[in-house]
């Protein structure tokens, strides 16, 4: 619920051993000078800048998971989000109609930079407990190392299956130290389950399970309440319905201040950012070292005077009419007119229909939009959340649903998204299924162009079969490529490549 912001500012490691688990090396070339781990590790201040790198990986400048390169690399491949006009990388077009393959820039450019992180944070796991400094912030930063640990791990195990799983520090060259073979899924999870377990222990933003409380100059930083929601998320996507009800039933309940905002587009403004709703979310700011929300300009329209934007990602037909006139996140989530910041003049987007030649509204992506920056789109100060208490309310009832049915409880938690929306509550006596399928869609429509989707759709049963849900729902899309290789992503052949260990190891279909 807080933003790393000013005395947050993600500083890189400089001199620190960076390297991806199982990235190209040359064996043969011996390194001529770097400043060694231990050598950096002195210092309260050098943990806290550690840790501040793990956080900067999060959404660096470019394509970072959170900063454009999960919905270039992932959501563009789902039935919400499509490349516009302005996407002209072939890699990215051939990803979103699911003929990319295990050489494409997205699927390495995920892998690798998901393994920086994971470095980074073990060691900080590893180097921090040495460093003379005040015990209590000590431990808080390798918890917060934890944290993020998990987040990143969860991302891989969800996105290629087996990985390989790396704890402690990379700090040799060697073969034995480079090259490691991929690690079952289920003890990929075994370790997310216990980071997160132990990072029950961060502060929250009020004074919680934990007993500690953040101070604003710490606002962004990983808390007590964002592990437990990231760990009903972890639960409800290994169908351990139990666990997700018991953990999001704990955030919900419990003292952590978390709540919905009262109005949907409040979500997203910057001013609101780090507000009740905002569990865990990427950081941006706008004029900081070019660290805004580039998405802002990505998804605006092209030829607006004084807008600069590039069109370059755009809805997937059918999921604007998805909406009822009603639902308050259909205007939020998108625009089909835009006033000019030039000129003042409104312009309608529109597009000509190809089947019926009529002229029919052509909807924008509008979630990232900064009003203070009308003029300079790619410096929106709009954060992404990664987790929000909505989410935990619709993991609790899609939990209770599939666990108990459509219980009071289940219609409960899923019924203040729905009235927040402006939506009736829903229908009384609904079945499972009903239930099931009713809920599928609010959360399609909550989350849109929030790099959730896809994760939805690989996790959503069943799983094979005619009636497969990624199957079924991508070829409603027009994707006619898909197929159930698509459930995992490849293994970069570049990996492939450099590590013995993963060679004849790549996943089925690729």
């Not at 002209?88 to 295990?102: E, I, Y």
């Not at 921090?128 to 390798?142: G, K, Q, S």
């Not at 003049?345 to 009308?374: E, R």
């Not at 929106?380 to 909505?390: E, T």
Request: net charge neutral.
């Amino acid at each position: 619920m807080k933003k790393y912001s000013n005395t947050f500012k993600l500083v890189l490691l400089s001199g620190l051993i960076q390297l991806a688990i199982t990235s190209c090396v040359d064996l043969d070339e011996v390194p001529k000078s770097f400043i060694s781990t231990d050598q950096f590790f002195k210092t309260q201040a050098d943990a806290i800048a550690a840790v501040n790198a793990i956080y900067f990986r999060l959404n660096a400048t470019g394509q970072t998971p959170y900063h454009i390169l999960f919905s270039t690399g992932m959501d563009m491949m789902s039935d919400d989000v499509q490349p516009g006009p302005g996407a002209t990388n072939a890699d990215v077009r051939s990803q979103s109609v699911l003929s990319h393959s295990s050489t494409g820039l997205r699927v390495r450019e995920i892998w690798q930079q998901h393994y920086d992180a994971i470095n980074r944070a073990n060691i900080a796991i590893d180097k921090i407990p040495a460093v003379e400094m005040d015990a209590a912030l000590r431990n808080r930063l390798v918890l917060e190392a934890k944290f993020l640990r998990a987040l990143y791990y969860f991302n891989l195990v969800r996105l290629y299956g087996d990985v390989p799983l790396v704890i402690h520090e990379t700090t040799s060259l060697s073969p034995e130290a480079l090259y490691v073979e991929r690690t079952p899924a289920e003890q990929v999870y075994q370790q997310i389950i216990q980071d997160l377990t132990d990072a029950h222990g961060l502060p929250n933003d009020t004074f919680g399970a934990s007993g500690a409380k953040y101070t604003a100059a710490d606002a962004g930083r990983a808390t007590g309440g964002a592990a437990r929601s990231l760990l009903a998320k972890v639960y409800l996507t290994r169908y351990d319905y139990a666990n997700a009800i018991a953990k999001s039933a704990e955030v919900i309940n419990g003292t952590f201040g978390y709540g919905l905002f009262a109005d949907y587009a409040q979500v997203f403004l910057p001013a609101n950012k780090n507000g009740i709703e905002h569990i865990f979310s990427a950081q941006f700011e706008a004029n900081a070292d070019s660290h805004g929300n580039n998405q802002a300009m990505r998804s605006a329209p092209t030829g607006i005077p004084g807008l600069n934007g590039n069109f370059a990602e755009q809805p997937m037909p059918g999921i604007y009419e998805l909406y009822s006139a009603k639902d308050k996140r259909r205007d939020v989530s998108f625009i089909t007119s835009i006033i000019s910041p030039a000129n003042g003049q409104t312009y309608q987007l529109t597009v000509k229909d190809p089947a019926t030649g009529q002229i029919k509204p052509n909807p924008h992506f509008n979630k990232w939009w900064d009003p203070a920056q009308a003029g300079n789109l790619g410096q929106s100060a709009a954060n992404v959340p990664i987790l929000r208490f909505s989410d935990v309310l619709l993991i609790h009832a899609e939990a209770v649903n599939e666990q108990e049915g459509p219980t009071a409880t289940a219609y409960t938690s899923y019924n203040k998204v729905r009235r927040r929306a402006g939506l009736a509550n829903l229908t009384p006596g609904l079945t499972q299924a009903q239930f099931r399928d009713s809920l599928r869609i609010d959360r399609r429509l909550e989350f849109v162009f929030e790099y959730s989707r896809w994760f939805d759709l690989i996790r959503y049963k069943p799983l094979t079969g005619p009636d497969a849900y990624l199957i079924k729902s991508l070829k409603a899309a027009g994707k006619n490529n898909v197929q159930p290789k698509h459930y995992l992503y490849p293994i970069p052949q570049q990996e492939i490549d450099n590590n013995p260990k993963l060679q004849g190891k790549q996943n089925p279909g690729w």
